[in-house]
């Protein structure tokens, strides 16, 4: 029997939009994922795939209309859950959303690091403990002190980051969160991603629509239309260019371009999946 | 630009005025606040002034930083100061005098000392609360000073969140409400000319887009909020443990004299006309 830190079964979620019952389309049906402890996944999918919502659901902002979720073998979905319970599932399961500025409360980095841990009434002692020990995770140290306001984007993110780091949750789902910055904010968060999977055990869910980030993951699992399309290695997955394609997501540049030269009749093997499997790729084949 | 309002923006520091416990600089705050009001003769504001520039230098904030919060209410200052110069009416022969308007002495000097009342009120509890103060502090300060009404049901906790986010959000909105003006702007809005009705018309399209905006903030705010495990002030505990200190009681013993002090000055009677002798020197009628 495997660890499941996440098990989902055949989850789905229908946005109530009020009166009008015909325009009531799933935004997530028949989902049934199960996540090992301490995986790295990316979920990939379009604008409007349904990939937001899975991660609304894991984390108990939204309530599935049909379907069972289980977090750390806990039926979240069971009726007698009651508001303590859900505290201890958002204290397990910790989120990052997509606008640096609409997750920070404080004013001052610090103090807004420590606000879950002030949530989780936990002493003074392990607060500043935690404090300081999140935001030497995310390389905030010197930045402690400072108006979070001034900060850029990635910064920004990283410190939220440390917010919910100092929460220790089992895991962390990544919701867009590097949708507003800028490359090298980007490139910031996400080796933080890899850097508290690989190194504090952290489950790490990256919800994205860039393919790059979602080739560093472990296990990649595309969203389109509300039902899981593929799961798998970003190598199994990015296999399918046409079937990405026809789901409005593009396979990473690399690999496209490989098997837009193989289509054209080249003989290339090997591996494209990140860039620089890629130019080894190229320059294989052509000395 | 809008940004140059720092009216309510924290400027980490070390100074004896930032390390004073926050219910402490609430505390202050309000006897500044009454010495104002107390205040009523020259002497009496001289005192007031002379404490503000100390409050000043010992809080180690930039006098450019002050001069820049003081630009948004110079305005009202002007307004209060000429309203108190025509409407005031003096003892004795006015200084001037066309039309109907008259100037006493006494208009001149209470024009100052209104002008003084409204600069010192500003800057000396800016200095005391946001300059000085982290909102997060300052709203542990309001909570803690205010917890008895708990008691009664009252949500002091909640008071106290909305509050500190409030601020949290100044910087935040000013610059969004900057980008949507720049947006506007550069497709020919024209936020400085014309009438005033016309100048609010177009301030419309900048509010609507502003007020959406806030709304959406507000609602990922919230679900941000929640996703860290806020549940208002159940079972909740703080990073800083609020302390009165030796400094705290110094301080308000220093405010406590300033008042006691600014309150028998008040009782010296003035002589307006004194004023009227140095206008007179002043301006070679003797």
């Not at chain 2, 909305?162 to 024209?190: C, H, W, Y």
Request: hydrophobic share 45%; net charge negative.
């Amino acid at each position: 029997m495997k660890d499941y830190i996440i098990r989902t079964e055949n989850l789905g979620f229908t946005y109530d939009d009020g009166d009008d019952a015909a325009s009531e389309i799933p935004a997530l049906s028949g989902v049934s994922i199960n996540i090992e402890r301490g995986e790295y996944v990316a979920i990939l999918g379009h604008n409007g795939s349904g990939k937001s919502t899975f991660a609304k659901l894991l984390n108990m902002i939204l309530t599935p209309s049909v379907g069972k979720i289980y977090i750390d073998g806990t039926d979240i979905t069971a009726e007698e859950f009651s508001e303590d319970d859900v505290f201890d599932i958002r204290r397990k399961i910790g989120m990052v959303f997509q606008n640096p500025d609409n997750q920070l409360v404080a004013t001052v980095v610090e103090e807004d690091v420590a606000f879950g841990p002030e949530n989780l009434g936990l002493e003074r002692e392990e607060i500043r403990r935690r404090v300081d020990s999140s935001l030497a995770v995310v390389g905030m140290t010197e930045y402690a002190r400072h108006a979070p306001h001034k900060l850029s984007g990635g910064q920004k993110q990283r410190v939220a980051i440390a917010g919910i780091i100092a929460m220790r949750p089992n895991v962390i789902i990544f919701d867009e969160s590097t949708a507003m910055l800028d490359p090298q904010g980007r490139h910031e968060v996400v080796d933080i991603m890899e850097k508290l999977n690989k190194e504090e055990g952290i489950t790490v869910l990256n919800i994205t629509h860039y393919m790059e980030e979602a080739a560093r993951a472990d296990r990649v699992i595309v969203i389109n239309d509300g039902k899981i399309a593929l799961d798998g290695t970003p190598r199994q997955v990015f296999k399918n260019v046409e079937k990405l394609r026809a789901m409005g997501l593009e396979a990473p540049q690399g690999n496209e371009l490989i098997l837009e030269l193989k289509k054209a009749g080249l003989d290339i093997k090997g591996d494209s999946l990140t860039e620089a499997e890629c130019i080894e790729t190229l320059y294989k084949f052509l000395s | 630009m809008i940004s140059d309002i720092t009216l309510g923006q924290f400027f980490p520091g070390k100074s004896a005025i930032h390390r004073l416990d926050p219910r402490t600089k609430i505390i202050l705050a309000t006897l500044f606040i009454v010495a104002v009001f107390v205040a009523s003769n020259p002497v009496s504001f001289l005192l007031l002034f002379v404490s503000t520039v100390i409050l000043i230098a010992v809080s180690k904030i930039s006098f450019k930083v002050i001069l820049k919060s003081i630009k948004p209410i110079v305005f009202i200052i002007v307004f209060t100061a000429i309203l108190n110069i025509f409407m005031t009416k003096g003892e004795g022969e006015p200084l001037l005098s066309f039309w109907i308007l008259n100037i006493y002495t006494e208009g001149i000097a209470r024009a100052v000392m209104m002008a003084l009342r409204v600069l010192i009120l500003i800057v000396g509890t800016s200095i005391l609360l946001t300059y000085t103060t982290s909102p997060i502090s300052l709203t542990d300060g309001l909570e803690s000073l205010l917890s008895p009404l708990k008691a009664i049901n009252l949500p002091v906790h909640t008071f106290a969140m909305m509050m500190s986010i409030a601020l949290r959000f100044i910087p935040t909105l000013v610059e969004e409400t900057e980008k949507i003006m720049n947006a506007q702007k550069s497709r020919g809005a024209d936020f400085t000319s014309g009438s005033l009705a016309q100048r609010a018309k177009a301030l419309i399209p900048l509010l609507v887009p502003l007020f959406v905006s806030s709304f959406k903030r507000a609602e990922e705010l919230a679900t941000a909020m929640e996703c860290r495990c806020y549940r208002g002030d159940k079972n909740r505990t703080k990073l800083v443990k609020l302390e009165y200190k030796g400094l705290d009681f110094a301080f308000m013993l220093i405010f406590v004299i300033l008042l006691v002090a600014l309150i028998c000055l008040i009782t010296i009677p003035y002589n307006y006309q004194s004023f009227g002798i140095i206008y007179d020197v002043l301006f070679f009628r003797v």
